[in-house]
């Protein structure tokens, strides 16, 4: 499959999960600290799982924004997405994550809102990425 590259962007981590992360352009910087669940001492920094989190909840809200007009649909103000995502090890070795996405979009009429949210599920760049290699859940809050 080929992509049509609109926009990209790099980044570079030092330290691995106990390090820090930037993006070449300086926007962005992050201290990283592994989570006390894998091993870790805690403390002050995000993981790679709460961007990643962070990322596709913030993805999948843009999707539901590009699709709507589509559908004949306004994504209201409020709308929330809210990502959940999960780290451990799979049976087949390695380790693998998990997706929950919970979306949030009052006003809408119940069955507006699925169509939205599956319709969503097919653009949204993360959502693609992770078809067939990552377990998503999608609830409609």
Do not use: W
């Amino acid at each position: 499959m080929s992509v049509d590259v609109k926009y990209r962007t790099t980044a570079t981590a030092t330290g691995g999960r106990d390090g820090s992360a930037k993006t070449a352009d300086g926007s962005f910087e992050v201290k990283l600290a592994t989570p006390k669940e894998l091993g870790g001492a805690g403390g002050p920094g995000a993981n790679p799982e709460q961007l990643f989190a962070s990322g596709y909840s913030a993805c999948f809200l843009g999707a539901l924004k590009a699709v709507a007009p589509s559908l004949k649909l306004k994504v209201p103000a409020e709308t929330t997405v809210t990502a959940d995502v999960g780290i451990g090890p799979r049976s087949e070795g390695g380790f693998g994550i998990t997706a929950d996405l919970t979306v949030s979009l009052p006003g809408l009429d119940r069955a507006d809102a699925q169509k939205l949210v599956d319709a969503a599920h097919q653009v949204c760049p993360y959502s693609n990425a992770t078809r067939g290699n990552v377990d998503v859940g999608l609830t409609l809050a």
